[in-house]
């Protein structure tokens, strides 16, 4: 009803962007794998690391590699996020030849099992989409010859079969640990979220009024109904947790579930 109407709720401004938008002008540029040519699809194509640099609103550090145009006199610039070890002047080897050194960049197939990789092409050829945070890796399971399949163990814990000609780094992604250290100050908390999106303060949906929240009003700060709403709730009532499987604390040692 139109007189019930409250007020049109935060998550449902975000979607409209405006003062939610990424704050995007001082990035370096999208960190992407090469593009897949012939010389990486047959051989492999040397490049070398021209500086290691920070990129405002991410985690990870990125890498300039330079490497020769394979069909016009000319160098090429691509910026790759950077894995840990990693140093100016460093070589790095892009292709199905090259060895499997840490900051290399091969098809999956072609890395043994238990292999540590990061930035790794879920379809092939996006140059780069899986395991890209700092700190972060997937592990190469298993390989499937007869598919061409290989299994990868995701940062997330979950396993995802992907094609064995996408590629991945070698190694796990620079700039881990960074939440180990706690950001004690709010204004610590401000800088951070500044550069990356309007995100910060969030103010909690029992703290406001009806009009404002499903969550708002009352006498005490409470919910006063479940926090759980499903799925295809209503855009102005969908707070809480959407589509909970499970809701409360983990308890107990997870059972690892590998369906192989």
């Given at each position: 009803w139109p007189d019930k109407m409250g007020r049109v709720i935060r998550c449902q401004r975000k979607g409209a962007g405006s003062i939610f938008k990424s704050h995007v002008?001082?990035?370096?540029g999208a960190a992407k794998l090469r593009h897949l040519d012939y010389a990486e699809r047959h051989g492999y194509v040397r490049g070398v690391v021209k500086q290691i640099i920070h990129d405002p609103g991410r985690g990870a550090p990125l890498a300039t590699v330079v490497?020769?145009?394979?069909?016009?006199?000319?160098?090429?610039?691509?910026?790759?996020?950077?894995?840990?070890?990693?140093?100016t002047g460093q070589f790095v080897y892009c292709g199905k030849k090259a060895t499997l050194n840490v900051g290399n960049c091969l098809p999956i197939g072609n890395v043994p099992e238990g292999t540590i990789v990061c930035n790794v092409e879920e379809k092939v050829g996006d140059r780069g989409s899986i395991a890209r945070a700092s700190g972060n890796y997937a592990t190469v399971v298993s390989h499937n010859t007869d598919t061409n399949r290989t299994r990868v163990k995701l940062p997330s814990g979950s396993k995802k079969v992907l094609p064995s000609t996408s590629r991945a780094m070698i190694g796990i992604v620079a700039g881990g640990g960074r939440i180990d250290k706690p950001l004690l100050?709010?204004?610590?908390?401000?800088?951070?979220?500044k550069v990356k999106r309007n995100c910060w303060p969030k103010v909690r949906g029992v703290a406001m009024n009806p009009v404002e929240h499903p969550h708002g009003g009352g006498n005490h700060q409470?919910?006063?109904?479940?926090?759980?709403?499903?799925?295809?709730t209503p855009a102005g009532r969908k707070v809480g947790l959407i589509a909970a499987?499970?809701?409360?604390?983990?308890?107990?040692?997870?059972?690892?579930?590998d369906k192989e």
């Open positions: 002008t001082h990035r370096k490497f020769r145009d394979p069909y016009r006199f000319k160098l090429r610039q691509e910026i790759f996020v950077a894995t840990e070890g990693m140093y100050k709010a204004g610590r908390a401000y800088h951070k979220y409470h919910i006063g109904k479940p926090s759980t709403v499903r799925r295809d499987r499970r809701t409360g604390r983990l308890r107990g040692s997870r059972k690892e579930k």
